[in-house]
C-alpha cells in the first residue's frame, strides 16, 4: 500500500509549458499531463515525404530531468487510428507514430492517450511495435471515463439497464485493450471519475485492474462554507480506496478554486483516511504486495534460520495449536479414567502393579508401555524449533498432565537447536529429540497425540498428506491426530497484474514462460478482483483411512499400514454474474486441529492476525474472457509417483477449454 | 492421396490371437484390431499393492515384427476415467495407464480406444502424459459413430433438427478430445460408419480432420445377385472419398459372408474409382499434400536452376501471359494508327522524315525516341531465363508487330542463360539483356510495355509492388503494365494437420513455436475444411497512383515518380454456418494481365491447370472454436519499413480476439 498521495496537474493547452511546470511544482503538485505536441503545429507527414519545419515545440524549454520525471505526454486526442476511414486510419497512424517516438526521444516516465471505443485493434497493434521497437518504453496510461456518457445519453438516464451498461463499458474499452497488448505491465489505465459514484461491484472490479491514475475533474469538487473545494463524502472514499490500490490523482478542468487548495484538499483527505492497525497482517505484508514467491518445499528443501524466525513469530497459529493440544489431553485423560473404572470394576481382584506410578526417566526403544496409563506420549513430528514442543508443554501444564514429548525433526540445523532447548530450556521435562524422516522411524512408544505442522498455503501442498501417512504407524490405534482435517480452496480471480508477474517471473530462459504459468505462486494478492466465491477442492483426513479393494477389504503395506491414496481430482463450478476476465484462481486452505479448533487462510474465515500463510496464485496459460450468465468449471487433479506429487489443472467456460496446466508435472512439482 | 487402399479386420474377442491374425493376413488384410487385454483376466490394480499374476495373454503368443505391424490395440471398452464417480474414475485410470503401458511395452503401431461424451479431461489428461512419458509412443485412434444413436433415441427420428444434432454431436466429441490434446498429429480419429449417409456438410466437415480409419460394419452391406456383399452407391462414395483422404478400412462386425469376399470388393471398388486424371495439378502435387514449404523470397535470394525449371513448365501460365502481350500490342497499334492519322491530318505539309521506317540496330542510352513510331519497347523486369521474353517474340509474331525487347534480370545465374539465349535462339530479334535491379535502373527509350510475373502465392507477398514502384520511371506516361492489378484473398479454414505441422515445423529452438505460427506456409493443402467463403483483402493496380496529401496533390519521390503507398489493411468477415474450429486460414490470389486475361489460384476460379503456385496457410497462434450463428472478423495488416515488408493480423470471433500475429514482423518478413 502506498504511504504517500501523488498529484499531478493536466493542462489542457500549454501555451509555456515551462511555465505551466513552475506553476504546477510550485503549488506542490508532483508532476503535470500536458499534449505532446502543439496543437498549433501543422503536420503533414507521408513516408518519404520531406517535411517542412518541425511539428512541436522545441524541447529544449524544459530540462532533461524535467522530461523524465515531471511530465505524462498526452497524445493529441483526435488521433483515431481505428477510424473506419482507411485514409484517416493511415494519416492519425502516421501521426500517433510520431508523437510515439518523439515522446520517446523526450524519455517521459508516462505517455497518457485515451480510449474511445472496444475496437482498438490498430492502436494495440501501433503499440505493440512501439514496445517492440523501444530499448526503454514509457508507460502507457490509457484513459478511459468512469461513466460512458455516449451510453447513457443515447437511451433514457432513468433506465437502470441503461445505466449500468454506461458504467459496464468503459471497463470492457480497457480490458479488451489490455488484453490486446498481452496484459503488459508496463501499461496501465486512468480513470476519469464521474459526478455520479459507481455501483460498489463496478468499483470492486476496477480495483482489480491496474489503476495508474485517477483523474478528478475541478467540476465534482464542491465549496463547502469557508470556500475551499472539498468533495462529497461517496468520492472521498472512492478517492482513498484507489489511492489505497497504489493510484496517483490528477487533477484536471477549469479552475474554480485556487489550484493549490485542490492538492492541500486531497492530502488532508489522505492523512485522515481510517488507518486498520489492529491487522497484524497488513503491517506484516508491506512491501510484499503482489510480489510473486515460489512456494516452499520444506520436505525436499531444509528451511533456514530466517524462514524459522518469520513463522515462530505468528501471534495466533500456535495459541491455536495450544488449544487444541489441550483439547486432546483432557480427552485422553477422560478416556482413560472411563477405561480404569471400567477396568477396575472389571479386575478388582487383579494385580494392582499396573496401575502404580514411575517416576524414572523413559528409555526409548524397549520397555514400550509402563508408564502408559499415566503419561501421555506426544510426538511433535516435523518439530522444527521446537514452538510446537512448547505448545505442549503449555497445553500440559494447563491440563496438569504428564506428557512425554518425542520431538522429530529431520532437518540437522533444527536438531541442533532442539537439542540444546532440552539441554537448556526443558531440562526438568520428558522430552526426547529424534533426529530423521518420520516416515522412516519405528518408535515406541506409540504415540497417543500426533501434533504436527506441516502445511503449505494451498493446504496439502506442502505434502503433509505423504509424511503423515508415512508416520501412520507411529500412532496408537485410537490416537488422535492434530491436525485431524484440512481442505484446500480455491476461488477465480481477475489480475492482469499477477498474470503479468507470473508471466515474466525468472524468465531466464526462452521456454519458462510457460512454465511460470503452470506453477502455483505465494502471494499476498492486492490488485486482484474475486470472480466467484472461494470453494473447496481436496480433503485430506488424519489418520487416514486404507484404500479399499474390489470385495470392501482395507488395504494395507508391507509394514502393516493402511494403504492410502492420496491422490485426489475435483471438479468445482462458478456462475458469473459480471463480465470479467479471468487470470486464475486464488488458493487458501482451512485446517480443523482439534476439537474445533481452527487455522484457516480461507478469506472469509481467515485466523485473525494470523500471518504465516500468504495464499497462492494458480495463473492460466491463456486468460479466459467470461461473462455474465456463463458458467466457469475447473478441474484439479492431484497427482502421484512414486518420487513427487503435483497438479494439473483445466478450466472451461461455456465452449472454450484451456489446455491441460502441468501435464505430468512437466512446470511444477513437489519432491517426495 | 493415397495409391492403394489398407484394410484391416476388428476382432470382438480373440480367442487366440495368433490363430486370429493368420486368419486375417490369410485373406490378405493388413492387420487387425484386438482388445489389448484378454478380458478374461481378472484385474485388481492399487498402487503399490502386489499384483497376483498376469492381468493379459503373454506377449510371447506372436513375432515382435507382428506386434509392431499388424496389430492395432483396443483398449478394454468398458474403460470410462470421466466417470462421476471418484472410485471408478480411479480405478479406470489405474487400468487404462495398465494398457497404455502394456501397448507401449509391445509396440503396437496404434492404439485405439472410443471416445464416449464430449468429456474427455480425464482421458485426454491420461494420454498427454503417455505421450509426455514415452519414447516411442503409439499412434492414437479415437473411434466415434458417425451417428449418435444415443441423441437420436432421445427423441422422434423424424424431427430433422434432432437428426442434425445426432450427426454433429460426435464431431464435437472428437473435435473436443482432439482440442484438449492440442491438436497432436499423432492423435487421429476412427470414424465408424452407420446405415444412414451423413449430410453433405457434416461429411465435408469430417474430410478437414486427420480420418486415420473408417470402420465398415459387415452389417452395412447387402448381398448382391451373386451373393456377395456390396455397398450402396452412397457408402461406395463415402468410403471413396475417406481413402483418398488417406483413411485405412476396418471391417468389423458378425461375418455374414466370407470375410476375403468384403476386402475384394473393397480393393475392387478403390479400383474402379473415377479417375481425375485430366487436372495436371493433381499429378505435380502428388506426394507434396499438406506439406508445408516457407515462401520464396525471389527479391532477397536468387532463385535456383530447379526452381525456374519447374516454374517454366507451368502450361498454362505463359499462354495467358502471351495472350495478354499481344491483346496489349493489337491496342498499341490502334492507338499509334490513330494518333498516326491525326497527326498526319494536322501535319500534312510537314516534314515526313519522322515517319520514315528504319531498320537500324538500336542502340541504349542515346537515341531514344528513333525508332518510336514503329517498333513496340517491352520491357520483361524479372526476365529469369526468358520465358516470358518468349512470350513477348510469339505475341510479336502473332501480331506482326515490330517489338523490341528489354529483358532485366538480377539474378547473375539467369543472366547468363538469358545472354546465351540472346546469341543462340534469339539471335535474329531485337533484344538485349540488362542485368541489375529494376528498381535502380534508368532505361532508354522508356517502354510501352512492361511485362513481369513478381506474384507469391498470396499476391503481392513476393514484393511485386515495391519492385514495380521502383521501376514505374522505366514506363511511358500512358504505357501499359503487365500484369495491371492484383487481389489476395482469405478463407477461414480448419485443418488440424496444417495447424499441428505448422507449430512443430522446423522447431529447431524452443521459441520457434511462437514463430511458426506467425508465418506464411506455402503447401498444397488436403486435410482442411473451409469453415466460410473465399474474400478479397489487399489490391494492388499499376501503374500505381501517387499518394495525395491533404491538399489533394499527389506526392513525388525525388526522382519526380509517384509516391505510392503500399501499406495496407483490410477487415474482412465471415457468418459461420456450423460449429467448427478455426485453425487459420487458407490465402489465394487473383490477377488481371491486361485485356481481360486473368490467372487464378483462388479456388473458384483457379485457371485450370496453372502449377506455379500452391496456395499458403496464415496460421493463427490458437485454434479459434467458432459457432454457427457466430461472426468470424480477420484483420490483416501489410506493413512496410525501409528495409522490409511483413504481414500482421488479429482474428476476432465473438467476445474472443486472439493476440495480434507478427507484431513488428517479429517472426516473418520479406526484405526488401
Not at 539441554?423 to 504415540?447: C, Q, T, Y
Not at 486468460?623 to 478441474?635: C, M, N, Q, S, Y
Not at 497438479?647 to 502441468?662: F, K, Q, R
Request: charged share 25%; glycine share 6%.
Amino acid at each position: 500500500m502506498s504511504q504517500e498521495i501523488s498529484c499531478g496537474l493536466e493542462y489542457i493547452t500549454t501555451p509555456d509549458l515551462q511555465a505551466c511546470l513552475t506553476e504546477a511544482l510550485h503549488s506542490n503538485y508532483s508532476f503535470i499531463v500536458a499534449n505532446v505536441v502543439h496543437p498549433r503545429f501543422r503536420r503533414s507527414y507521408i513516408p518519404g515525404a520531406s517535411k517542412i519545419g518541425g511539428f512541436t515545440r522545441s524541447d529544449m524549454v524544459l530540462s532533461p530531468q524535467d522530461w523524465t520525471s515531471r511530465i505524462v505526454a498526452k497524445i493529441s486526442p483526435y488521433i483515431c487510428v481505428d477510424s473506419k476511414s482507411p485514409v484517416v486510419r493511415q494519416r492519425h497512424e502516421d501521426c500517433l507514430n510520431e508523437e510515439l517516438s518523439y515522446s520517446r526521444g523526450l524519455g517521459v516516465p508516462a505517455i497518457m492517450l485515451s480510449l474511445q471505443s472496444r475496437n482498438t485493434n490498430n492502436l494495440s497493434r501501433i503499440l505493440q511495435t512501439y514496445y517492440e521497437t523501444s530499448h526503454h518504453p514509457s508507460l502507457i496510461w490509457a484513459s478511459v471515463p468512469m461513466y460512458c456518457t455516449r451510453n447513457a445519453r443515447r437511451n433514457n438516464q432513468d433506465d437502470d439497464d441503461e445505466c449500468e451498461e454506461a458504467w459496464d463499458e468503459t471497463w470492457h474499452w480497457w480490458s479488451k485493450f489490455h488484453e490486446r497488448l498481452d496484459w503488459d505491465k508496463r501499461v496501465g489505465v486512468v480513470l476519469e471519475l464521474s459526478a455520479d459514484i459507481p455501483p460498489q461491484e463496478i468499483l470492486k472490479r476496477w480495483l482489480g485492474e491496474p489503476v495508474k491514475a485517477i483523474v478528478i475533474p475541478t467540476s465534482i469538487f464542491h465549496n463547502n462554507k469557508k470556500g475551499y473545494p472539498v468533495l462529497s463524502r461517496a468520492h472521498q472514499q472512492l478517492v482513498v480506496n484507489m489511492v489505497e490500490h497504489e493510484a496517483q490523482v490528477i487533477v484536471s478542468g477549469a479552475r474554480r478554486s485556487n489550484i493549490e487548495y485542490y492538492l492541500q484538499y486531497l492530502f488532508r483527505l489522505w492523512q485522515r483516511r481510517p488507518y486498520k492497525a489492529d491487522d497484524p497482517m497488513l503491517s506484516y505484508a508491506r512491501g510484499w504486495e503482489d510480489y510473486l514467491q515460489t512456494p516452499l518445499q520444506p520436505l525436499a528443501d531444509n528451511l533456514d534460520t530466517h524462514t524459522y524466525n518469520v513463522f515462530e513469530k505468528d501471534p495466533i497459529k500456535y495459541d491455536q495449536y495450544q488449544r487444541a493440544i489441550t483439547q486432546a489431553l483432557i480427552d485422553i485423560k477422560h478416556k482413560r479414567l472411563n477405561k480404569d473404572n471400567k477396568e477396575m470394576m472389571n479386575e478388582l481382584c487383579n494385580d494392582v502393579k499396573e496401575f502404580s506410578v514411575s517416576n524414572e526417566k523413559n528409555e526409548m526403544g524397549h520397555g514400550d508401555c509402563l508408564q502408559e496409563t499415566e503419561s501421555i506420549t506426544v510426538m511433535v513430528l516435523g518439530a522444527g524449533r521446537g514452538p510446537l514442543v512448547r505448545a505442549t508443554f503449555n497445553a500440559a501444564d494447563i491440563t496438569k498432565s504428564k506428557v512425554k514429548v518425542i520431538a522429530v525433526e529431520k532437518n540437522p540445523c533444527a536438531v541442533v537447536v532442539l537439542a540444546a532447548q532440552v539441554r537448556e530450556v526443558w531440562r526438568d521435562r520428558d522430552v526426547v529429540v529424534i533426529p530423521g524422516d518420520m516416515r522412516h522411524l519405528n518408535l515406541s512408544p506409540k504415540a497417543d497425540i500426533i501434533v504436527s505442522e506441516l502445511l503449505g498455503s494451498w493446504g496439502d501442498n506442502e505434502l503433509s498428506p505423504e509424511c503423515l501417512d508415512g508416520a501412520a504407524g507411529l500412532l496408537k490405534p485410537d490416537g488422535i491426530s492434530i491436525p485431524k482435517e484440512y481442505n484446500s480452496y480455491v476461488a477465480p480471480i481477475s489480475s492482469p497484474r499477477l498474470w503479468a508477474a507470473a508471466k515474466v517471473a525468472s524468465s531466464s530462459t526462452t521456454n519458462q514462460k510457460e512454465k511460470n504459468l503452470e506453477t502455483l505462486w505465494v502471494v499476498y494478492m492486492q490488485n486482484k478482483h474475486d470472480i466467484a466465491g472461494t470453494k473447496p477442492v481436496f480433503n485430506f483426513k488424519h489418520p487416514a483411512k486404507g484404500t479399499k479393494d474390489h470385495e470392501g477389504d482395507e488395504l494395507t503395506d508391507y509394514r502393516g499400514l493402511p494403504l492410502t491414496d492420496n491422490r485426489r481430482s475435483a471438479t468445482v463450478s462458478w456462475d458469473v454474474e459480471q463480465d470479467n476476465v479471468m487470470h486464475g484462481f486464488g488458493g487458501y486452505f482451512d485446517c480443523s486441529l482439534y476439537g474445533g479448533e481452527m487455522i484457516s487462510i480461507v478469506p472469509s474465515t481467515h485466523s485473525p492476525g494470523m500471518i504465516s500463510w500468504f495464499p497462492v496464485f494458480i495463473p492460466i496459460k491463456t486468460p479466459l474472457r467470461v461473462h455474465k450468465g456463463e458458467t466457469i468449471t475447473a478441474t484439479f487433479w492431484r497427482c502421484v509417483n512414486s518420487r513427487r506429487i503435483w497438479y494439473e489443472w483445466i478450466v472451461e467456460v461455456g465452449n472454450y477449454t484451456t489446455p491441460l496446466h502441468n501435464a505430468n508435472g512437466r512446470s511444477s512439482e513437489m519432491l517426495l
